[in-house]
C-alpha cells in the first residue's frame, strides 16, 4: 500500500474511533462499543474502505500490549494475588468447559469432522483481555473484586490459549500430540513470567537513577515503550502471548511491586506516577486503533444470512460459548452477583478468538462454512457482551462491592446513578 493511503487510512479510523466513542458515551454505553463499530463500519462488514492489513494490524498489536502494560502500573499486585486461586477456577472452568461444550456440539449435534471440531471447541476457550478490561475501566470496576478474578483469569486464559492453539496445531500437521513440546512451553512461559518482572524492576531502576540526574526530555516514554515492546518480544519468542510481556513489565513498575528480598529497590511511588501519566497519551493514542482493528477483522460479508443452518449452528455455539465461561465464574465462592459479573466479563472473545479462527482458515483446518459461522459467534461475543456488562451494572451495582474508584472514571449505580466522578474525556 501507497504510504499516503495508509497514512489517510490511519487518519480515519483515529477519527472515527473518537466520534463513535463519544456518541456511544453520550448514549450511555462504554466507548469501546464505539470504537468495535468504527471497524465494522470502515471495514469490509459495511463501507468496505479499509482492509485490515500488516500494517494496522501491527499497531493494533502494539495498542493490547500498551494497554495491558497500563493496566499491570495501576495493578495492586496484592489483590491479584489474593484473586490468583479464583482466578485460577474461573480461567480452568472458562477454558475447559467451552472446549468440551464446543466440541461435543460440532462433534455429535452437528456431525462436524474431529479436526474442525477441535478448532471450534478451542475458539470458544478464548476470553478477550483488551475487551474486558476495557469495558471494566470505561465503567470504573477494575479494582473491584470481580475485575481483579476477571483480569488474572483473561491472562491465565491466554497462556492456556497458546499451549492449546500450539497443541492443535501439531495435531493437525503430525495427526499426534507432543507432550515433550507442551512442557517446554509450559516451562519457559512460566520460567518467563517469573524472571521478566524482576528484570523490569532492575532496568526501572536504572532509568530512575538516570533520569533524576539528567532530566532528559522524553527520557522516560521513550524509553518505556523500548522496554514493554522488547517484553513483548521476549514473550513472544518464549511461546508466550505477547500481551504477556507487556503486562508483566506494567507490573513490575507497579507502586505495589517489591522484589522478593530487594528492600533496596522498593517500589518508588512518584516514579511510577512519573510513569503512568507520561505512558496515558501514548496509551490513548494506541488502543483505538486495536478495537478498530477487531471491528476491521470481523468480516460478516461471508456469512450466508439466509441459511437456517448458519443460525442454528451459530445460536448453539454462542449458548455453548456463554454457559461454558459461566460455568467457570459459578464455581467460585463470592455473592451471586459478582459471580454473574465475572461469567459476562470473561465471555468476550475478540482477538484471541480472531486469532484461532484465522490459523484455522489459513491452515485449512476449517472449511469456509464453519469459519464464517466462527466468525458469527466472535461477532455476538465481541459486540454484544458490553451491552450486557453495562445494563447488569446498572441493575445491580449497589448490591456489588465497590471498590476505590479510578481517577476521572465513574461507578455505575442503582437505575443508572453514577458514583464518584464523571467520565474521563481523553
Avoid at 462504554?30 to 463501507?47: H, K, Q, R, T, Y
Avoid at 449435534?109 to 483488551?130: C, H, N, Q, R, Y
Avoid at 520460567?191 to 532509568?207: G, T, Y
Amino acid at each position: 500500500m501507497e504510504a499516503h493511503l495508509f497514512l489517510l487510512q490511519l487518519a480515519l479510523i483515529l477519527v472515527a474511533a473518537r466520534i463513535l466513542g463519544e456518541l456511544a458515551l453520550m448514549g450511555g454505553l462504554p466507548p469501546v462499543i464505539g470504537e468495535l463499530l468504527a471497524g465494522v463500519l470502515l471495514g469490509p462488514s459495511l463501507l468496505g474502505w479499509i482492509e485490515p492489513g500488516e500494517t494496522l494490524q501491527m499497531l493494533a498489536e502494539i495498542g493490547v500490549i500498551m494497554l495491558v502494560f497500563e493496566v499491570g502500573l495501576d495493578a495492586d499486585i496484592n489483590r491479584l494475588v489474593h484473586a490468583g486461586g479464583q482466578s485460577l477456577i474461573v480461567a480452568i472452568g472458562g477454558f475447559v468447559l467451552p472446549f468440551l461444550l464446543g466440541f461435543a456440539v460440532c462433534r455429535y449435534a452437528f456431525d462436524f469432522e474431529l479436526l474442525p471440531s477441535l478448532m471450534v471447541g478451542g475458539t470458544l476457550t478464548a476470553t478477550s483481555i483488551g475487551i474486558t478490561v476495557r469495558v471494566l475501566t470505561d465503567l470504573g470496576r477494575r479494582h473491584s473484586t470481580e475485575g481483579q478474578i476477571i483480569l488474572g483469569a483473561a491472562v491465565l486464559d491466554d497462556v492456556m490459549g497458546v499451549m492449546l492453539l500450539s497443541v492443535l496445531y501439531d495435531f493437525s500437521q503430525h495427526g499426534h500430540i507432543s507432550g515433550a513440546h507442551l512442557l517446554r512451553i509450559g516451562a519457559f512461559i512460566g520460567l518467563f513470567f517469573v524472571l521478566a518482572p524482576v528484570a523490569a524492576k532492575l532496568i526501572s531502576h536504572m532509568i530512575d537513577v538516570f533520569h533524576r540526574r539528567h532530566d532528559t526530555p522524553g527520557l522516560i516514554p521513550t524509553t518505556m515503550v523500548a522496554l514493554v515492546l522488547s517484553f513483548a518480544g521476549l514473550a513472544h519468542f518464549v511461546g508466550a502471548p505477547e500481551l504477556l510481556g507487556g503486562f508483566a513489565a506494567g507490573l513490575a513498575l507497579s507502586r505495589r511491586f517489591f522484589l522478593p528480598f530487594g528492600i533496596a529497590l522498593a517500589a518508588d511511588h512518584h516514579f511510577s506516577d512519573l510513569i503512568l501519566s507520561q505512558m496515558k497519551p501514548i496509551v490513548r493514542l494506541f488502543t483505538p486503533i486495536f478495537f478498530v482493528m477487531v471491528g476491521l477483522s470481523l468480516d460478516l460479508r461471508i456469512v450466508d444470512w439466509g441459511s437456517s443452518q448458519t443460525w442454528v449452528i451459530s445460536l448453539a455455539l454462542l449458548a455453548v460459548a456463554i454457559a461454558g465461561k459461566f460455568g467457570g465464574a459459578l464455581c467460585v465462592f463470592q455473592p451471586a452477583n459478582t459471580r454473574v459479573a465475572i461469567g459476562m466479563g470473561m465471555v468476550p472473545r475478540g482477538e484471541v478468538g480472531l486469532v484461532f479462527a484465522e490459523l484455522s482458515r489459513v491452515t485449512g483446518m476449517l472449511d469456509p462454512g464453519t469459519y464464517a459461522i466462527l466468525m458469527l459467534v466472535i461477532a455476538y461475543t465481541t459486540l454484544l457482551a458490553p451491552f450486557w456488562i453495562k445494563s447488569f451494572y446498572k441493575r445491580h451495582a449497589d448490591g456489588m462491592e465497590l471498590s476505590i474508584s479510578e481517577p476521572g472514571h465513574q461507578y455505575v449505580g442503582p437505575a443508572g446513578s453514577t458514583i464518584g466522578p464523571g467520565p474521563v474525556r481523553d
